[in-house]
Nanobody, 125 residues
């Protein structure tokens, strides 16, 4: 089954920037919505940003004008550019695909509710 692998997390000072990547392990033919979520210490997994197949984006209010979500369909990769990072942005960031069709063995396979393993982002004061 197709897997999602996040990368790009790390340790950064407040005001700094990071760019997260989420690469799919198979060629994605189509998807509905791809998103980033984060789970801070002691918190549940919360929505951060999403992009749909038409390119429309959505953000949680706390990251608007600081984060940018984008998708490179040719390389089956989702990105999250994060700028002006704040300590409250600290957490494990997960990418998600709610529904996609990918190629496997010459056939198209549908998959639902895919999650990556997460990448840690730590923002210090």
């Amino acid at each position: 089954q197709v897997q999602l692998v996040e990368s790009g997390g790390g340790f950064v000072q407040a005001g700094g920037s990071l760019k997260l990547s989420c690469a799919a392990s198979a060629n994605i033919f189509s998807f509905n919505t791809m998103a980033w979520y984060r789970q801070g210490p002691g918190h549940q997994r919360d929505f951060v940003a999403s992009i749909n197949t038409g390119g429309a984006t959505a953000y949680v209010g706390s990251v608007k004008d600081r984060f940018t979500i984008s998708a490179d369909n040719a390389n089956d990769t989702l990105y999250l550019q994060m700028t002006n990072l704040k300590p409250e942005d600290t957490g494990v960031y997960f990418c998600n695909v709610d529904q996609a069709v990918y190629y496997s063995g010459g056939s198209r396979v549908s998959v639902y509710g895919l999650w990556g393993q997460g990448t840690q982002v730590t923002v210090s004061t």
